[in-house]
């Protein structure tokens, strides 16, 4: 963050606070509560007014929804992609005062109409059952399950124990014109 940074006024001060609402994250039409990627961020209106923000580079941050375990990647002023989180991320001592965390809780609307509720309870096993085989990449921190599903990629991370830590949203690429 510049210095410029402290002066810009907050692009969602007049948004309403964010409450919980149930999360639901459409696979056939890509969309998070009605939220597609790539899209302005002002359409995160709908989920409300962030509880922070996290750096991600230079160009990127992530809007940080921790009641909902929820952070929403922003590319410049973009929504790029989002992350459901089921363990709190490691302290990052720059931080400042977050909200407290709160495991995610997210239904993954297949294109089946089919619904599946994903908690940090879920398994490798009944992910693949449920989602897709996908591939499985295993190391000692423990694994990861990659399933596309639509034009989306999921990614699911457990830890060493098994228990879900993170599930990754990430769109398919939108191709540049030469």
């Not at 457990?158 to 830590?165: I, N, P, S, T």
Request: hydrophobic fraction near 40%; include cysteine.
């Amino acid at each position: 963050m510049s210095i410029f940074d402290l002066f810009r006024l907050d692009p969602t001060r007049g948004w309403a606070d964010y409450r919980l609402v149930p999360l639901v994250y459409d696979l056939a039409r890509g969309e998070l509560n009605g939220i597609p990627a790539r899209v302005p961020f002002d359409r995160l209106r709908a989920l409300g007014r962030p509880g922070g923000y996290r750096p991600l580079s230079p160009h990127s941050r992530a809007a940080c929804y921790p009641t909902l375990g929820l952070e929403i990647e922003l590319a410049q002023q973009w929504v790029d992609s989002f992350a459901c989180l089921f363990q709190p991320r490691p302290a990052d001592p720059g931080a400042g005062k977050r909200s407290a965390f709160h495991s995610c809780e997210i239904v993954l609307q297949r294109e089946d109409g089919e619904g599946v509720r994903i908690t940090a309870d879920t398994t490798l096993e009944e992910v693949r059952e449920q989602i897709g085989r996908g591939a499985v990449h295993r190391d000692e921190d423990g694994s990861m399950l990659q399933v596309r599903a639509g034009d989306a990629w999921l990614y699911f991370d457990f830890d060493a124990d098994g228990r879900l830590r993170v599930l990754d949203i990430e769109p398919e690429p939108v191709p540049v014109e030469p």
